[in-house]
């Protein structure tokens, strides 16, 4: 029975990465399901660029999980399309820019529902197809772990995440699945495209290591705690030394 691994957001960034680090240690009967909410263009640079014999092991699946129906309806599909799940990673999410003052309920509802509500249904729903000895992961943030982030309702949904986190142990015990957390830094992705050189100086200042983590830095350490079969409830940061000093 090969191995299956579910990711959301896996597309872009540090989902996109972990995909790639599990492909790259994946025997061929391995399958990994990658999804997406909106970026068709992405989502063709990703399947273009994986190796031609792995290419059949990666499975692009559009959904976009700020929506709860959507979410199910890529549940249905998953279950007409894969008998089990081995690992499931929980890695897509989304931030706003705006002030406090000018938040709206809706905004803050939408990223709410897309970093938190959706997963932890999406969780339930699919935590009868995993197998024992299985392993969730979620994308947190360091964001969540100390209030530096220019977003608080970003904060508090990573920091809600990482309580969710120790909390499923709990759900998912009786299977032998353990659950855990990374939560990194500043990492080099996409998200940050619209960043001025000022503020990358800014925030490297703040940094001991004095640069913004690596996609592959966050994905191997990913890997090692999918793949630890004795963390469990962990919350691992990953921030290059963020105001330590
Ligand atoms: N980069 C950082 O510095 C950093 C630090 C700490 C934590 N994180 C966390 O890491 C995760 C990934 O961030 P990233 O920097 O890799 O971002 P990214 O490069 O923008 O990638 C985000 C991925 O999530 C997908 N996504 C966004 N909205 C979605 C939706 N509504 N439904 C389904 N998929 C959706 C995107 O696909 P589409 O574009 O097709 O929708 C894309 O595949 C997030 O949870 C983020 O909070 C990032």
Not at 42 to 54: G, I, Q, T
């Amino acid at each position: 029975m090969g191995k299956i691994t579910v990711i959301t957001g896996g597309t872009s960034g540090i989902g996109r990465g972990i995909a790639e680090k599990i492909l790259a240690e994946s025997a061929k009967e391995d399958r990994i399901f990658v999804t997406y909410g909106h970026d068709e263009k992405k989502a063709a640079v990703f399947r273009d660029s994986l190796p031609e014999e792995k290419k059949s092991q990666v499975i692009l699946m559009k959904a976009d999980m700020s929506s709860y129906n959507e979410m199910m309806a890529f549940v249905e599909e998953l279950k007409k399309r894969a008998d089990h799940i081995d690992w499931l990673v929980s890695n897509a999410g989304i931030s706003t820019y705006a002030k406090y003052e000018d938040y709206g309920f809706e905004e803050w509802t939408r990223i709410v529902n897309t970093n938190l509500s959706v997963p932890v249904f999406m969780v339930k729903e699919l935590r009868p197809m995993m197998v024992e000895g299985g392993s969730v992961l979620f994308t947190g943030s360091y964001a969540g772990q100390q209030a530096y982030s220019s977003s608080l309702v970003y904060g508090v949904t990573k920091a809600a995440i990482h309580f969710l986190t120790k909390s499923l142990v709990k759900e998912f015990e009786p299977k032998g699945i353990t659950v855990n957390a990374i939560a990194p830094g500043f990492i080099e992705t996409p998200w940050h495209s619209a960043r001025t050189q000022e503020s990358y100086d800014r925030i490297n200042r703040k940094i001991a290591l004095h640069r913004f983590g690596t996609v592959e830095e966050v994905a191997d350490m990913a890997y090692a705690v999918l793949s630890n079969g004795y963390m469990n409830g962990s919350v691992v940061d990953i921030h290059g030394g963020y105001d330590y000093f």
